[in-house]
């Protein structure tokens, strides 16, 4: 099992959708957890740390569930400039000070 | 602050060559760290640091070194170039680790623009 797993997409959606990316994680002691954006060639930047309580920016929320090991981004009134690739990030610690990424999930908001 | 900066942009090189890819963060960040990125493969870590002269391997570490005597650089050098290793290389840096140092909120990743290597 890979340590962090994503679905690579791509999700096309229209304009005003609402749409909702999973992303699991094997380590049961990673303690941050984080969804980043990249758009083509760029560098990742942050869009998201994610809380054991669930938070929410705007149209964005994320969401932790430690028993079942996942991390979850629902995005509501998809604009078409959220086209880009979005990036599972979780930390693994336990004597080792490790970031790993996701594949990432590709996501095309249609007009 | 020009946050994390890296150099080249671009880079050619023929297979068995050398060079060193700079990073630079003017943060004061604890951590820093390199990747590269493949198609298909996400961005995998290369070597990482905890702090100045503290460094140890990511996923993928073979045919890179890397050293941190200050705190703001961070080079990663290529020893023989070779072709497999043609790909887009970031650098990143946090302010800490979390489980290193436990502060939530202070182990955000910040990334630099990314330097395009071709090994021939």
């Known amino acids: 099992r890979k340590e962090v797993e994503q679905d690579p997409g791509p999700f096309n959606v229209p304009e005003g959708a609402t749409v909702a990316f999973n992303c699991t994680y094997s380590?049961?002691?990673?303690?941050?957890f984080f969804w980043y954006r990249q758009d083509c060639r760029k560098e990742p930047k942050l869009l998201m740390s994610?809380?054991?309580s669930g938070n929410e920016d705007g149209r964005f929320t994320a969401q932790l569930n430690r028993a079942s090991q996942y991390i979850s981004l629902l995005i509501r009134d998809s604009k078409l400039s959220d086209s880009a690739t979005y990036l599972c990030v979780v930390n693994m610690a336990s004597g080792t000070y490790k970031y790993i990424f996701g594949t990432g999930t590709r996501l095309k908001v249609l007009a | 602050n020009a946050g994390v900066t890296q150099t080249p942009k671009f880079q050619v090189l023929k297979t068995g060559q050398s060079m060193t890819l700079q990073c630079a963060q003017d943060m004061n960040h604890e951590y820093m760290s390199w990747y590269r990125q493949d198609p298909g493969m996400g961005l995998r870590l290369i070597h990482y640091?905890?702090?100045?002269?503290?460094?140890d391997q990511g996923e993928v570490p073979n045919g890179y070194n890397v050293s941190r005597s200050t705190t703001e650089d961070f080079p990663l050098r290529l020893l023989s170039a070779a072709p497999s290793q043609t790909s887009v290389y970031f650098c990143a840096s946090s302010y800490t680790f979390r489980g290193y140092h436990d502060l939530p909120g202070t182990d955000t990743q910040y990334f630099g623009p990314g330097t395009r290597l071709t090994v021939l």
């Open positions: 994610v809380y054991s």
């Open positions: 640091s905890v702090g100045a002269g503290i460094t």
């Open positions: 380590n049961s002691a990673s303690q941050s």
